[in-house]
């Protein structure tokens, strides 16, 4: 006991001693003030460039011609039909998500079953596959002469150029969001609590609606919030599948590229400025959730 007394007293006089010379090496006591300052100013400066001044350049472009203008331009019919279309297909695309990416989570993260590093490289495939080719993959499925294409068609099913397609591209490129932010975290918490709710009396459902999803609020939120900012912007997949029908199939990413194309910039900046207003947003609520984990609530990112 003796022994181990000392090393455990002696060891941070051991860790201090050899941390000491990497301190007095560190770059933040040995960069001067001036290198800081230049550092600072190159970093503000990247940031003004590629990012301010984009979004102050959409911001003017829309209210160049005057509020009336630009309201107009919202009020039409193809603006507002597109605005629809994106609300419907991020409510169907988020909760698709949200409960696979909860049902992989607890899988992944709970159980050990063969296979389960292949699923957790099917997850991760959309971020390896360009959108573009996503929705190539969905014609070759469902198009006129895709594999299921003559059965749709018999039954006079429309998936490709329709709604049905631009909701499924949809789910596809966004699906990953959720199950990625809880997985980590879920295979961090581990299974005590849950292993005790169940050797309380608990039933599997009751210990994932009382135990494991408090446990996990925080993060499925976060989840959430980039699936859903993911689904509004969402250009490739959804171009290749949608055909660009004017009031039925075009989202407000491909009502921007039409109004562009057309040389209406008043009207394609207004209409992209509601995409730049859902990515601000998306940034508060990101930083509020994330001052949230790092606060070490219940449920917090990489708590």
């Known amino acids: 006991m003796t022994d181990v007394t ?10 201090m001693t050899k941390a000491r010379p990497r301190r007095a090496r560190g770059p933040a006591t040995s960069e001067s003030p001036l290198v800081a300052a230049v550092l600072i100013a190159v970093a503000v400066a990247f940031l003004g460039l590629f990012l301010i001044l984009p979004l ?34 991020a409510a169907i695309a988020v909760p698709a998500n949200v409960v696979f990416g909860l049902a992989a989570a607890w899988a992944i993260a709970k ?24 929705g190539l993959m969905f014609v070759l499925l469902f198009g006129a002469q895709g594999l299921f294409g003559p059965f749709l068609k018999a039954h006079d099913v429309a998936i490709i150029f329709a709604v049905p397609g631009v909701v499924l591209a949809t789910i596809f ?39 494991t999803l408090p446990n996990v609020k925080w993060a499925l939120l976060y989840g959430v919030l980039l699936s859903n900012a993911r689904a509004m912007g969402e250009f490739g997949a959804v171009s290749v599948v949608s055909g660009h029908i004017r009031g039925e199939t075009n989202t407000l990413p491909l009502q921007v590229e039409i109004l562009y194309n057309e040389y209406a910039i008043s009207a394609a900046f207004a209409v992209a400025s509601l995409l730049a207003l859902l990515a601000l947003v998306t940034l508060v609520l990101k930083t509020l959730l994330e001052s949230f984990a790092s606060a070490g609530l219940p449920g917090g990112r990489g708590c």
Do not use: C, W
């Not at 079953?113 to 996503?134: K, Y």
């Open 56 to 89: 102050g350049v959409v911001f003017a472009e829309a209210f160049r011609n005057g509020a009336k203008v630009y309201l107009a331009a919202l009020a039409n019919p193809d603006a507002l039909a597109a605005m629809r279309l994106t609300l419907v297909a």
């Open 6 to 15: 000392a090393a455990f007293h002696g060891a941070p006089e051991i860790a």
């Open 173 to 211: 490129v966004t699906f990953p969001f959720v199950a990625r932010e809880l997985i980590a975290l879920m295979e961090d918490q581990g299974t005590a609590d849950e292993e005790t709710a169940l050797s309380l009396g608990a039933s599997g459902f009751s210990t994932f609606l009382r135990v």
């Open 111 to 134: 159980f050990r079953f063969p296979g389960r590093s292949f699923l957790i490289t099917l997850i991760d495939l959309p971020f390896s596959v360009s959108p573009v080719v996503a």
